[in-house]
C-alpha cells in the first residue's frame, strides 16, 4: 500500500473505533441513569447486552488465541519428533 492508502487506512480505523468507543460509552454508562420513555432508548439495545456482547466477545477472542497457541505448540512438538526419529 502507498503511503496515502496506509494513513486513509489509519484514520478510517481510528474513527470507526471513537465512534464505537463513544457509543458503547453512552450505552453502558449512561443510558441505565436516562428515563425508559425518554426518546434516546430507541437508538441502543437492552442495557443487559452491553454486557453480553463484549463477553461473548471475549471469548470468542480467547477461543481464537488459544486455539492458534495450541496448533503451533502441537505442529512444534510433531516437527521435534520427526527430528528426533530421523536423527
Known amino acids: 500500500m502507498a503511503n496515502g492508502q496506509d494513513r486513509r487506512l489509519g484514520a478510517t480505523i481510528l474513527a470507526v473505533s471513537t465512534i464505537v468507543f463513544l ?15 425518554h426518546l434516546l432508548h ?8 452491553a454486557i453480553r456482547i463484549p463477553v461473548v466477545l471475549l471469548l ?3 477461543t481464537v488465541v488459544f486455539t492458534f497457541i495450541s496448533m503451533v505448540m502441537i505442529k512444534s512438538n510433531q516437527r521435534r519428533l520427526l527430528l528426533k526419529k530421523s536423527g
Open 60 to 62: 470468542f477472542g480467547l
Open 42 to 49: 430507541e437508538y441502543f439495545p437492552p442495557p443487559e447486552y
Open 23 to 37: 457509543y458503547y460509552t453512552v450505552w453502558a454508562m449512561i443510558m441505565p441513569f436516562v428515563d425508559e420513555g
